[in-house]
Nanobody, 121 residues
């Protein structure tokens, strides 16, 4: 199996910054796309940012210019640098990864357990 462990969430004042990390572990052969999603209570999970194995990135319009996604392939880790945080960014963030496991054909998508980010006004 594969596990994704998120860290770096917490409470910050409006205008502040946080850096989320998500480390993948397990019987990993390779990781393709990695990304961050967020989900507010009663709403669908939405894409925040994604990054391919070659470094191509994609962002939600609401975070462009404020958030930056990056990854360290040697560490199987994806990061989300969040700057200029606003109260509307308060929500649970989830990382995901499309993983090819050792000895198993095809890709499987894995999710982290979610991490709370709270921005006070």
């Amino acid at each position: 199996q594969v596990q994704l462990e998120e860290s770096g969430g917490g409470l910050v004042q409006a205008g502040g910054s946080l850096r989320l990390s998500c480390a993948a572990s397990g019987r990993i052969f390779s990781i393709y796309s990695m990304g961050w999603y967020r989900q507010a209570p009663g709403k669908q999970r939405e894409l925040v940012a994604a990054i391919s194995s070659s470094g191509t990135t994609d962002y939600a319009d609401s975070v462009k210019g404020r958030f930056t996604i990056s990854r360290d392939n040697a560490k199987n880790t994806v990061y989300l640098q969040m700057n200029s945080l606003q109260p509307e960014d308060t929500v649970v963030y989830y990382c995901n990864a499309d993983v090819r496991r050792v000895g198993v054909p095809g890709l499987d998508r894995y999710w982290g357990q979610g991490i709370q980010v709270t921005v006070s006004s």
